[in-house]
């Protein structure tokens, strides 16, 4: 009976994992990061009298939370002392039919949204995924955070507002942001500037994470002209050797660029009415690490 027991918690905790994996990343940005968490909420699952749960996964979702609370808690000094803009590492894909698909698409992992989180406190974060990825009472979510429900409820309120704020207002369909970006990957490759400024929002930011490892920008950039011509200027200092290739990051159409057949960046893109607005430029070698060979 025992066997067949941790039988029955091996399928329940596979069947969870991906979920698992997009609440820990969520909250801390970073594939090692939430691997070691939904590894520790395995290890928590097992000694746990399972016979006594509600519901399994409204209790391995809020582990899971709670560990990976704990960890953004002890990595606050490293990202304060970051060099730069602190951007999640990417997750790219570039099959979309790999195993990996459905852990990374389990729920909203757009860097839009991570950006939108990044502007949260912990405690704010975490009640907005509970309450809006997992639909969480609000005292469950008080519970978690070892406050009223009152405040969770502000809580939640506060970051949904700051979230609305950050995140686009309508999401183009997966057809319409490849169309879109491959008539940008063009222009970027024939360093067409006013191809690529009529791709752009008049407004467009550019967001760039370089670590302190690699030249970057420590602050947002913006307008279609000045970002158009960072594009120029790569294909002009390195004619002949930037090759771009479309993949998928985060759940959404991105594009990869090289330089010398190595990475060079992982580019996601915000993108409203029909244009971009927002690109999100992953330099730092370290994020970059994982990213599959093309």
Same mark, same amino acid.
Do not use: E, G
């Given at each position: 009976m025992h066997q067949q027991d941790d039988m029955a918690a091996e399928v329940i905790f596979a069947r969870l994992r991906a979920r698992l994996f997009s609440a820990a990343y969520r909250m801390l940005g970073t594939r090692a990061d939430a691997e070691d968490v939904v590894q520790d909420a395995w290890l928590r699952w097992q000694a746990a009298d399972r016979a006594r749960l509600r519901s399994a996964e409204a209790w391995?979702?809020?582990v899971t939370t709670r560990l990976a609370l704990d960890r953004l808690r002890e990595r606050k000094a490293e990202r304060e002392s970051y060099i730069g803009t602190w951007l999640p590492e990417p997750l790219v894909e570039l099959d979309e039919n790999t195993p990996e698909t459905a852990a990374e698409l389990a729920s909203d992992v757009s860097l839009a949204l991570l950006w939108a989180l990044e502007r949260l406190g912990a405690e704010e974060r975490a009640a907005f995924l509970l309450r809006q990825a997992f639909d969480q009472d609000y005292s469950d979510i008080a519970a978690l955070l070892q406050t009223s429900e009152a405040n969770s409820r502000?809580?939640?309120h506060r970051a949904q507002k700051k979230v609305v704020e950050e995140s686009?207002?309508?999401r183009p369909t997966p057809q319409a942001h490849r169309a879109?970006?491959?008539?940008?990957?063009?222009a970027a490759r024939n360093a067409d500037r006013e191809a690529m400024k009529a791709l752009l929002s008049p407004e $467009? +930011?550019?967001v760039s994470d370089g670590g302190g490892k690699v030249p970057s920008f420590h602050r947002i950039l913006r307008g279609a002209g000045r970002i158009a011509g960072l594009y120029w200027a790569a294909e002009h200092a390195y004619p002949g050797q930037v090759r771009y290739r479309m993949a998928r990051i985060n759940g959404e159409p991105g594009l990869l660029r090289y330089v010398n057949d190595m990475i060079e960046s992982t580019q996601s893109f915000h993108i409203e009415d029909g244009r971009i607005?927002?690109?999100?430029? $992953? +330099?730092?070698?370290d994020k970059l690490a994982r990213v599959p060979v093309a």
């Open positions: 391995l979702v809020t502000q809580l939640v686009p207002r309508f879109l970006l491959a008539a940008f990957m063009q $467009v +930011r550019l607005a927002t690109v999100f430029v $992953v +330099r730092n070698p």
